[in-house]
């Protein structure tokens, strides 16, 4: 197969990002279209990476029988609809975490896709699995080298500098566990190679500096803990106050080793000590942290499309970690009813 032509949907923060990636770090694909709900967004991204088609309509874009693929990375109450309309129209689909707004939701839109289009190329982004040092501590694991799996433990905080963009984005949000948890969510269920049991979910949280996430019934800061059916405990906290960048951390203890991932925020590998002592930079946010993941992600994509094989996370997995941020957030709810 030649390059294979993407049609990108939703060129906003992260959208914006998928598209350079697939112009300038995927050498099997082409951009060969862009989306946005405002024509001049499409024409100004069109302009900057030489793009032939520029839309403002996305069932516009699906009639242009020249694609092979479309990326989605629109709000999510988008993503059930466009999901199924592009696998209607014969496209392979990248749609970017969640399938949909909710578990019930989620649940329709995988039981079209394996009704319909089971044959068809569907994979849903969860870019951390690509990032190099997670995907190290998985073969390490499958090596035998972790034992058995004990805990994982996941602690991911935004920067408070970045709260505005996040409380902008509070309208169009299912919460705090399906928004920011369900990476971790994902993480574990592939790293400790179990689910959780249902009924051991607990979850809790509060806000503690940014009083406005009360008005859309969400959390600045909120942990949550679970256990596994093979026996492994799982523990997870997500902030948005971070006085410092961007953090993810990972620990995954097992009964032969113990693998930490990002522990130090550090953007590199400079210190600069000076008359404020040492200072390390630090990322500002996740775009940053995972800048190869993403790139990573989505070659994997294009080479399922190249090679016709299906992804190596599959729906059922990003079903899965939705009902996961399903369960955290009743557990989250039922707390605060009493």
């Known amino acids: 197969m030649d390059k294979i032509k993407i049609g990108a949907v939703g060129i906003g923060r992260l959208g914006a990002t998928h598209a350079r990636n697939i112009a300038y770090q995927i050498p099997q694909a082409n951009l060969f279209a862009v989306c946005s709900r405002t024509l001049s967004s499409a024409q100004a991204l069109q302009q900057e990476l030489e793009v032939p088609y520029a839309y403002d309509s996305f069932d516009e874009m699906l009639e242009n029988k020249e694609l092979d693929a479309i990326c989605i990375t629109t709000y999510t109450r988008f993503h059930p609809e466009q999901i199924l309309k592009a696998l209607e129209a014969g496209l392979a689909v990248f749609c970017d975490k ?18 319909h289009h089971a044959d068809k190329i569907c994979m849903i982004g969860y870019m951390k699995r690509y990032d190099p040092s997670y995907a190290f501590v998985k073969k390490e694991i499958e090596a035998g080298k972790l034992g058995t799996p004990i805990l994982f433990r996941g602690y991911a905080v935004d920067s408070k500098k970045i709260s505005k963009q996040t409380i902008d ?163 989250f709810k039922k707390r605060i009813s009493i």
Not at 98 to 115: C, D, G, T, W
Not at 203 to 232: I, P, R, V, W
């Open 98 to 115: 969640p399938i949909a707004e909710n578990y019930e939701a989620s649940k329709k839109v995988v039981e079209q896709i394996e009704k």
């Open 169 to 331: 984005f509070l309208s169009e949000s299912e919460g705090i566990f399906y928004d920011f948890f369900v990476h971790d969510f994902d993480l574990s269920r592939w790293l400790v190679g179990s689910d959780w049991i249902d009924d051991s979910v607990s979850a809790m949280g509060s806000n503690y500096l940014f009083k406005e996430f009360e008005k859309y019934n969400d959390l600045d800061n909120a942990t949550c803990h679970a256990q596994f059916k093979n026996g492994a405990m799982g523990f997870y906290y997500c902030g948005r106050t971070a006085p410092h960048g961007y953090l993810m951390e990972t620990e995954i203890v097992g009964t032969k080793a113990i693998y930490r991932i990002g522990s130090s925020p550090s953007k590199n590998l400079v210190e600069v000590i000076d008359g404020t002592g040492k200072v390390v930079e630090e990322h500002l946010m996740f775009l940053d942290r995972f800048k190869d993941a993403y790139v990573e992600e989505m070659k994997a994509f294009v080479d399922c499309v190249v090679n016709n094989r299906q992804p190596d996370i599959t729906i059922k997995d990003a079903l899965e970690s939705n009902r996961m941020a399903y369960l955290a957030t009743a557990s």
